[in-house]
């Protein structure tokens, strides 16, 4: 095992490399970058992009002044950014130096890498912040919604599908599963405004709070006021992730019982007379359970990631997925690529987890002789 997972180790480095340069390459040639936003912003005489400009004195005048202040005599009609005819091309020039864009595409990039091997994820272009601040100051966000709705999913869900693979094709299976796929049926954001509407003092009760994860007055509480004040605040935007995630993870639990309950060694068990608890929790559970534990990693990190954008602008929760979003949108390249080499180190991290509790579930599973 030790073999494994160091071959495992040194494989994340490649992963990584790999998946940061196809990344890499895919935004560079998107349009719309940095500069040609800051470009349109100045053609538009938006003052308060281009305040944060620094050197470029475009912060302390009107926005006519900014403008001709960088306004040449046409010198910029070649060139490369769209919008930039009539800009002087020195000022183009300090755009791009400022931004990073003066060196080779290849320098950049394994500039950026050497920067972020030592966790060095530089300033975010428009929040004059650096990038593994704001990280930390989401990630509660993001893990409050993550951790819980996973814990929810799987608490439910395993001993859900058990009882269904136990009661095959009885009436509690067939409800049952019409229930799931229902709720899966149902878009997260969907139920989401559903809630609101029920419980948030949207049309009928006012139990729950709209926005926020925490009250103004959170720090004046007491610890036990400050448990349920945030289990107050997560209640609706964790039951709007969950309700559409048990229906997966049920029916996989169902079909890995059902695949193990059939299985000769279940009968040999029964045969020798022990109680059907016995055999289904001493016998079955550890090998039905692989296949979910195998899916644990794909299934929090989607939950992490991936599913809490529109819950978190429906209930005004400032996470990660609302940072990935407002910086893919804004070409907001070090939090873009800072937040992309985190998440996926750590998802990467999370797979070997998964793969050592394999082990610890069944001892009789050895990665080291697998050819």
Avoid: C
């Amino acid at each position: 095992m030790g073999q494994y997972i160091l071959k495992r180790l040194l494989l994340i480095f490649p992963t990584l490399f790999g998946i940061m340069l196809i990344n890499f390459l895919l935004v560079q040639a998107a349009p719309g970058g940095p500069v040609e936003q800051v470009i349109a912003k100045l053609q538009g005489l938006s003052v308060d992009s281009t305040a944060r400009i620094s050197g470029s004195g475009l912060s302390e005048t009107g926005p006519q002044h900014a403008y001709n202040q960088v306004a040449g005599s046409g010198s910029g009609a070649n060139s490369k950014y769209r919008g930039a005819q009539g800009l002087d091309p020195d000022f183009i020039a300090e755009l791009e130096k400022q931004f990073g864009f003066d060196k080779p595409l290849h320098e950049r990039f394994f500039l950026m890498m050497g920067n972020y091997l030592t966790f060095d994820f530089g300033d975010s272009y428009y929040r004059d912040t650096p990038v593994t601040q704001l990280i930390l100051e989401k990630l509660p966000v993001s893990i409050s919604l993550g951790l819980w709705s996973t814990l929810i999913i799987y608490l439910v869900s395993i001993p859900l599908g058990i009882k269904k693979a136990v009661k095959d094709g009885q009436p509690f299976d067939i409800w049952s599963s019409g229930v799931v796929f229902v709720g899966y049926a149902i878009p997260s954001f969907m139920f989401a405004i559903l809630l609101i509407i029920l419980f948030s003092g949207g049309r009928y009760l006012d139990l729950f709070p709209l926005r926020g994860l925490t009250s103004d007055n959170f720090e004046s509480l007491s610890m036990i006021g400050k448990i349920f004040d945030y289990l107050w605040h997560i209640t609706l935007p964790v039951a709007a992730m969950v309700v559409s995630g048990f229906a997966g993870l049920t029916m996989l639990t169902k079909n890995s019982f059902l695949d193990e309950i059939g299985k000769n060694y279940v009968m040999t068990a029964r045969s020798k007379g022990l109680t059907e608890k016995k055999v289904l929790y001493g016998h079955v559970f550890r090998n039905a359970m692989l296949i979910v534990i195998a899916g644990f990693p794909s299934a929090f990190i989607s939950i992490f990631f991936t599913g809490s954008l529109l819950i978190e602008i429906i209930f005004s929760l400032d996470g990660l997925g609302l940072l990935g979003f407002e910086s893919t949108i804004n070409r907001d390249y070090p939090v873009v690529f800072g937040t992309l080499f985190f998440f996926t180190l750590l998802g990467l991290v999370i797979k070997i987890v998964s793969d050592i509790t394999y082990v610890l579930v069944d001892p009789r599973i050895d990665f080291d002789k697998r050819g």
